[in-house]
């Protein structure tokens, strides 16, 4: 009996699905609508820079010049559009949005915190986010909305005067647009560093667990 009880102890355990695959394929396609505005959305800004000063070396812009710039942001834009509201959708319908990112509080993302900064955050269960994670994600899902919104409030200033004045008018939806950007970049860059120091994540999102 003991025998038998220590061989089932060091068999190894089925993993379950991590992200069904419409997790998997909206995340992609966020990524890759979010990555190719933003990539352009620097083309568009230095044709004409908020700040003077700062310009976007142009190696790392995408269109090449601002029509093609603009081509490829709104391409990108609609992209993000039709597949967050998707992503979005299905988070409610499932009820993946409520069993993933909640409950939150101040107190465990001080704790999840603190353990990451120490190295203590455990990463055995992917198929349950900490604190901070949590955090994260819902904070770029809201950045992301602002991103849409603010540029509808650049790009169609006119059809959509209370937006415009919800953002402050048009200089400063350009600065709330070009704030989001930069915490979407922010987020990229935590996002691939935590890829980096936990590589089974990025396995889990290719291939569900």
């Not at 988070?91 to 203590?120: E, Y």
């Amino acid at each position: 009996m003991k025998i038998s009880q220590s061989r089932e102890a060091l068999r190894p355990r089925r993993i379950g699905l991590v992200h069904p695959m419409w997790v998997r394929a909206t995340h992609w396609l966020n990524a890759l609508a979010a990555i190719a505005m933003m990539l352009s959305g620097w083309q568009i800004y230095d044709a004409s820079p908020i700040f003077p000063h700062f310009m976007f070396p142009m190696s790392i812009t995408l269109g090449g010049w601002l029509a093609g710039a603009l081509q490829w942001h709104f391409a990108a834009m609609w992209l993000l559009l039709a597949n967050g509201i998707v992503y979005l959708a299905l988070n409610v319908v499932t009820g993946r949005l409520f069993t993933r990112f909640f409950p939150l509080s101040p107190r465990t993302v001080w704790r999840d915190l603190a353990s990451a900064l120490t190295g203590k955050l455990a990463h055995a269960d992917l198929s349950r986010y900490n604190a901070v994670q949590k955090l994260a994600y819902l904070v770029v899902i809201v950045d992301l909305v602002v991103l849409v919104l603010s540029g509808l409030a650049i790009w169609k200033s006119v059809q959509f005067p209370l937006l415009r004045g919800l953002m402050g008018g048009y200089d400063d939806a350009r600065i709330v647009h070009f704030c989001a950007m930069s915490l979407l970049a922010a987020f990229i860059v935590v996002h691939l560093v935590m890829v980096a120091i936990v590589p089974r994540s990025l396995v889990a999102m290719l291939r569900g667990r």
